[in-house]
Nanobody
């Protein structure tokens, strides 16, 4: 099993940047597919970006603006978010996935507003 704790959220103006971090505890971090999801008020949770092995996948809405990166030695996952828009406002969650197992962090709030 793996436990996840996110940090790095906050209030930022449109066009600004934030870097989210997710620290994992537990064994075998490298075997998990890792992802960032977000949930805006009144909306379903959606995939933002994921990394598995050497492959990454991004939601169309964030391509070219967000970058996901993992450090298997530090057991950390990152999401660099640039050119932020008001529609990026949401609670962002870190996820670890392996077969039928999913672990979620508690979430970190990102608010993009002037």
């Amino acid at each position: 099993q793996v436990q996840l704790v996110e940090s790095g959220g906050g209030l930022v103006q449109p066009g600004g940047s934030l870097r989210l971090s997710c620290v994992a505890s537990g064994r075998d971090f490298s075997i998990y597919a890792m992802g960032w999801y977000r949930q805006a008020p009144g909306k379903q949770r959606e995939l933002v970006a994921e990394v598995s092995g050497g492959s990454t996948n991004y939601a169309d809405s964030v391509k070219g603006r967000f970058t996901i990166h993992r450090d298997n030695v530090k057991k950390e996952l990152y999401l660099q978010m640039n050119s932020l828009k008001p529609e990026d406002t949401a609670v962002y969650y870190c996820n670890a996935h392996l077969y039928h197992y999913d672990s979620w962090g508690q979430g970190t709030q990102v608010t993009v507003s002037s």
